[in-house]
């Protein structure tokens, strides 16, 4: 990775507010590896960023960190949403002012209209677009947009970094972090871990060094290369052997419980639902490959 482009790339994770870690679900337990210590990594950079990925099965729970944060949008849900039915119709404007510390919103009706009552008005939470998108395994932007419609939605002043071990069918992402002959994904958030001088600590080491492992069949010949290895290293230097998953001793919190809570995040539509709402790094990696992607996803086709 060049020196602009690496700079380009830590500014940007750097100084968005609003980061999604998108894994597609085709790449199954090696991409949720590196999803969730990437995830875990940015958490210690202060960053609250949103993992959406597949649930993971009791087994994947628990040989990885960080499962309870899977989808869990309901944290980054602060925008209140006011819903009026029947606008079109009973709607003339809209007015706000503040009252002192007090925000007053008029909706005001349409001459000779039936106005609007509070059984037309509904109340949701919403998390607001994100700045930055780090999208992990996906070849277009459809696919991306299509695990995202759901919980997020992709604007034009969305960032995109993407993360990928093959070529993409689309060049959608502004940047592009690709490395072909990486074994799988895990050992690319590795090398980008490394080239940034991200956080890494023994949780995020288990993760890493667990999706390397299972993408290599427990580092079978013909599946691993000599940079898996050097990854695998790596990460054992920084205590992924020492981790609690690794040593037989699990930490107290216990991931099944996390899965058993990760319920998909639902909308709330009604007042009684939103009131009671209210209540020291080596130069032995190679550098991924790194370069400026197409603009066109800022227009919708």
């Keep these: 990775m060049d020196d602009y482009l690496k700079q380009q790339t830590l ?13 597609s679900q085709s790449l199954g337990f090696d991409g ?24 993971p099965s009791v087994d994947e729970a628990m040989k990885l960190y960080g499962v309870g944060k899977i989808g ?40 000779n209209s039936l106005g609007i009552s509070q059984r037309d008005i509904s109340f949701s939470k919403e998390a607001s677009n994100p700045d930055l998108i780090i999208a ?17 939605s992709i604007d034009s002043k969305s960032f995109i970094i993407s993360v990928n071990k ?4 689309q060049n959608y992402a502004q940047i592009n972090i690709l490395e072909e002959g990486a074994a799988g994904v ?33 580092f ?14 790596w990460l054992i230097k920084f205590g992924a052997g020492k981790a609690s998953f690794a040593t037989g001793t699990p930490k107290t919190e216990s991931t099944a419980q996390e899965v058993s809570q990760n319920q998909p995040a639902q ?19 190679k550098p991924p490959k790194i370069y400026h992607g197409s603009k066109s996803f800022d227009t919708d086709s």
């Design 11 to 23: 500014d940007k994770i750097t100084k968005s507010q609003k980061i999604c870690i998108a894994v």
């Design 186 to 218: 895990s050992e690319v958030i590795t090398r980008l871990l490394q080239e940034l001088a991200l956080p890494v600590d023994e949780d995020i080491a288990f993760n890493l060094y667990s999706g390397i492992s299972h993408s290599t069949q427990n």
């Design 166 to 169: 093959t070529q993409m069918n």
């Design 220 to 233: 079978s010949p013909g599946l691993t290369n000599p940079t898996s290895f050097e990854a695998a290293q």
């Design 32 to 55: 949720l590896a590196s999803a969730l210590a990437l995830y875990l990594s940015l958490s210690k950079l202060g960053k609250n960023p949103v993992v959406l990925a597949k649930s």
């Design 72 to 111: 869990n949008v309901n944290e980054n849900k602060k925008n209140l949403v006011i819903s009026v039915q029947n606008a079109s119709t009973n709607v003339d404007k809209v007015t706000h002012a503040l009252e002192g510390s007090n925000l007053k919103i008029v909706v005001h009706a349409i001459p």
């Design 136 to 152: 992990i395994g996906y070849d277009s932007l459809e696919a991306l947009r299509n695990d995202l419609t759901h919980e997020q």
């Design 267 to 285: 909308h709330l539509t009604a007042q009684q639902d939103f009131d009671a709402d209210e209540s020291s790094q080596e130069d032995w990696l």
